[in-house]
């Protein structure tokens, strides 16, 4: 069964999208997170959940 890892990131009304996406692309690369929901408010702000496996080692014998 997988598991997952969550992540909640607030970007507030006057983020940029260029700095928005740049912010979410660090965060995909160097942290292997990807996009699970995001939602943009009336007044411009953003909630941004993002996701990644947890890998977890199994005994072999």
Known sequence: ???YS???LY???GTSRDTARRILTEHA???DWEL???RLYPDGS?????RRRIIRARRTF
Not at 46 to 50: A, C, D, E, F, T
Request: charge should be positive; aromatic fraction near 10%; glycine fraction near 4%.
């Open 1 to 3: 069964m997988l598991e």
């Open 6 to 8: 969550y992540l909640v």
């Open 11 to 13: 970007l507030p009304r």
């Open 29 to 31: 690369e160097y942290g």
């Open 36 to 38: 699970d929901r995001l």
């Open 46 to 50: 953003r909630r941004v959940q993002l």
